[in-house]
T-cell receptor, first 110, second 112 residues
Framework: RKEVEQDPGPFNVPEGATVAFNCTYS??????FFWYRQDCRKEPKLLMS???SGNEDGRFTAQLNRASQYISLLIRDSKLSDSATYLC???????????FGTGTRLTIIP | GAGVSQSPRYKVAKRGQDVALRCDPI?????LFWYQQALGQGPEFLTY????????KSGLPSDRFFAERPEGSVSTLKIQRTQQEDSAVYLC??????????FGSGTRLTVV
C-alpha cells in the first residue's frame, strides 16, 4: 500500500464548477503536508501547504484531518488554467524527503 | 542561477549503456534531492544530500544507480547498464535548510 493515496481521476469538470480532491496517508508519523501542481511535461510546483486549521489562497482551500488521516483540496469557480495534475505530498518522520501520491488529473471543460 | 538546472533535458540510451544526469541546484541550497517519475505516476524518492553528505539513498532501485555531490553543489546521478524499466523523468530538487523545495525541469530518459 502506498503511503500517500489519491484517486488518479481523471476529473472532467465544467468551467466555473467547484471541485474537491481527497488524499489519504497511512503513516501517522507524517508531519507536514502539501499540494503540488504539475502541468503536462513540467516539474511539480508548490500550490499550497496544508494545516489542521485549514488554509485558503484565493479560490483554493486546503484542509488536514489528522484523526482520519486525510487531506483535501477544494477549488472554487474553476478556470481553464486549473487543468493540471494535483499531487498530494507528505513529509514523513523527521527527514526532509517528500512522499508523493500518484496525482489526480483535472481537466476543466469550457 | 535563478532556478534548478538539469541537463540533458532529454536522453535516449541504448539498453546496457551508462548514463549521467546532472543537476545544478540553486546557489546556497544545502539540501538536494533526486526523484524518479514514471509515466502516470507521482515522483518517487531516490536519494538525498545535505551539502556533500548523502544522508539517504534508500530509494535507489538497485546498485546500478549511483549519485554524488562531491563539493556540495552540483550533483550527478549515474545509471549503469540501463534497462527499459529505467525509462522515466528524473527530477532534481534543492532547498535551503528547512523546506522550500524548488524542482528542476527534469531529464527525460528513454532506454531503447
Amino acid at each position: 500500500r502506498k503511503e500517500v493515496e489519491q484517486d488518479p481521476g481523471p476529473f472532467n469538470v465544467p468551467e466555473g464548477a467547484t471541485v474537491a480532491f481527497n488524499c489519504t496517508y497511512s503513516n501517522s508519523a507524517s508531519q507536514s503536508f502539501f499540494w503540488y501542481r504539475q502541468d503536462c511535461r513540467k516539474e511539480p510546483k508548490l500550490l499550497m501547504s496544508v494545516y489542521s486549521s485549514g488554509n485558503e489562497d484565493g479560490r483554493f482551500t486546503a484542509q488536514l484531518n489528522r484523526a482520519s488521516q486525510y487531506i483535501s483540496l477544494l477549488i472554487r469557480d474553476s478556470k481553464l488554467s486549473d487543468s493540471a495534475t494535483y499531487l498530494c505530498v507528505a513529509i514523513i518522520g523527521g527527514n526532509e524527503k517528500l512522499t508523493f501520491g500518484t496525482g489526480t488529473r483535472l481537466t476543466i471543460i469550457p | 542561477g535563478a532556478g534548478v538546472s538539469q541537463s540533458p533535458r532529454y536522453k535516449v540510451a541504448k539498453r546496457g549503456q551508462d548514463v549521467a544526469l546532472r543537476c545544478d541546484p540553486i546557489s546556497g541550497h544545502v539540501s538536494l534531492f533526486w526523484y524518479q517519475q514514471a509515466l502516470g505516476q507521482g515522483p518517487e524518492f531516490l536519494t538525498y544530500f545535505q551539502n556533500e553528505a548523502q544522508l539517504d539513498k534508500s530509494g535507489l532501485p538497485s546498485d546500478r544507480f549511483f549519485a554524488e555531490r562531491p563539493e556540495g553543489s552540483v550533483s550527478t546521478l549515474k545509471i549503469q547498464r540501463t534497462q527499459q524499466e529505467d525509462s522515466a523523468v528524473y527530477l532534481c530538487a534543492s532547498s535551503p535548510i528547512d523546506y522550500g523545495y524548488t524542482f528542476g525541469s527534469g531529464t527525460r530518459l528513454t532506454v531503447v
